[in-house]
């Protein structure tokens, strides 16, 4: 099937359901004896589904700790392995990270491109390494909400659909990226495949956690890049400070360009900029490989050098670049006796809120109807952090994010899911694979 003709399938997805919408709207809502089926297979899998996350939470994978992700890729290598998928291992040396995993089945009907990753913020040296329950219906892990509860929901959903013997009318592309939380470099080599997969795919769902509440998906996400700040300054006695000749050092000047991002910035909507990690002193460097820092200085000295590493989000290409302009323009007007420079790298474009989003969205909010799990509306875009799927978003028919694991506290150690959201979101994902990938069915419900 050539990609033209499955955008024509597509279309025909999107009638059917409208169809469907009207056809049904005077009966009373619910599930084919089919759609049982997968939702009973769902509520048998779920208790293999928990032991499976809390395995894989277990397992550090920290971007940088290429051997925990590629363990948790080789895990899930394996699942889906035994429900029929090709499976790929992309090494990731030419990027300077583990790789991805990318699995495949099936070649007839729409094609489905779902997106996961493996790797968490957590390093091996972060103290949160751990799954635990804290209360009922509360369960705290590194990564546990962003993303392996998602990626856990991904499997358990198709394995549903396998298991009720739907799972032939769709091809299906699984990518588990081992680099979303740190992405490699260069960008270009890391993202390949995830682009590749995307210029394949109809349709594109990502399974991150979005805003952490199951009444929201995710039709649009910030772009994000991240920029570097170089500071000096004139090295002296601290008695010197201030005076003509010696300058305000390299930390103060540090300090005003910070402030004036913030105050320039701040106010304006959907947009954020945040410095990551800064060194000053003496001497500083930063470890971009291990996202550390060091630094060397004394209090009775005048600062030499500062290093800032940050990052800028925005909805769309042109207000990023309006940020850009405002930042480089702060950065000019130095203090006495210091420099500064601000670079920016590539990062993740934006993912547009588009008409054929907003209708993915309304079928997967029908789903959840059906299921008697409430309408599920589009989050705030200012919610949801760049993704792995702001990367293909461009290249589908359409693309909705933020079907995973529920929770919050997302990047930090107090990172718990919604524990009972795993077998609701599996049973919505799964509904709404088995609609998309039945539109006829759908049409004679
Ligand atoms: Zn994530």
């Not at 394995?159 to 592309?173: C, F, I, P, R």
């Not at 008695?239 to 304006?268: K, P, W």
């Amino acid at each position: 099937m050539n990609k033209s003709l499955s955008l024509a399938s597509i279309a025909f997805i999107l009638s059917a359901s409208i169809h469907a919408e009207t056809s049904s709207s005077a009966q009373s809502r619910g599930l084919s004896a089919t759609e049982m089926d997968i939702v009973a297979h769902v509520d048998r899998n779920n208790p293999a589904a928990l032991v499976l996350l809390e395995k894989i939470v277990n397992i550090n994978s920290g971007t940088t700790n290429q051997p925990g992700v590629r363990a948790v890729g080789q895990m899930f290598a394996a699942e889906f392995q035994s429900l029929g998928f090709t499976t790929e291992w992309v090494d990731g040396s030419s990027f300077n990270r583990a790789g991805h995993l990318i699995a495949s089945r099936g070649s007839k009907g729409p094609r489905i491109l779902l997106i996961g990753h493996l790797d968490t913020v957590f390093e091996p040296n972060n103290p949160f390494q751990k799954y635990e329950v804290v209360s009922e219906g509360a369960v705290k892990g590194p990564g546990i909400t962003d993303m392996k509860g998602g990626d856990v929901i991904i499997l358990k959903a198709l394995t549903a659909l396998d298991q009720a013997g739907v799972l032939d009318t769709m091809s299906v592309k699984v990518i588990l990226t081992g680099d979303e939380e740190r992405r490699g470099s260069p960008l270009e080599a890391a993202t390949r495949r995830l682009i590749e997969a995307g210029r394949w795919a109809d349709i594109a769902l990502g399974f991150e956690d979005g805003d952490g509440n199951p009444d929201t998906a995710v039709i649009s996400r910030r772009g994000a890049i991240s920029w570097q700040l170089a500071v000096t300054g004139r090295p002296a006695h601290s008695s010197q400070i201030f005076v003509a000749g010696y300058g305000d050092g390299a930390i103060f000047e540090t300090a005003r360009i910070l402030n004036e991002f913030r105050v320039a910035l701040a106010g304006e909507e959907n947009l954020t900029l945040n410095p990551g990690i800064l060194v000053g002193g003496t001497s500083a460097a930063i470890d971009a490989s291990t996202a550390t820092g060091s630094a060397f200085g004394k209090n009775n000295v005048i600062p030499e050098t500062t290093l800032v590493e940050g990052d800028l989000r925005a909805v769309s290409p042109a207000q990023l670049i309006r940020a850009q302009k405002i930042m480089t323009v702060i950065v000019a007007k130095n203090l006495a006796e210091t420099g500064a420079t601000i670079s920016f790298s590539p990062g993740y474009p934006p993912m547009a809120p588009s008409p054929a989003n907003k209708q993915l969205l309304a079928r997967y909010s029908r789903a959840s109807l059906d299921l008697g799990f409430g309408e599920v509306q589009a989050v705030n875009p200012r919610s949801a952090g760049a993704a792995d799927i702001s990367f293909v978003a461009q290249y589908v028919g359409m693309a909705l994010d933020g079907l995973g694991l529920m929770g919050s506290g997302g990047h930090t150690v107090n990172e718990v899911a919604d524990i009972g959201t795993l077998s609701t979101q599996t049973k919505r994902a799964a509904l709404l694979l088995f609609r998309l990938g039945n539109p006829r069915l759908t049409v004679e419900r």
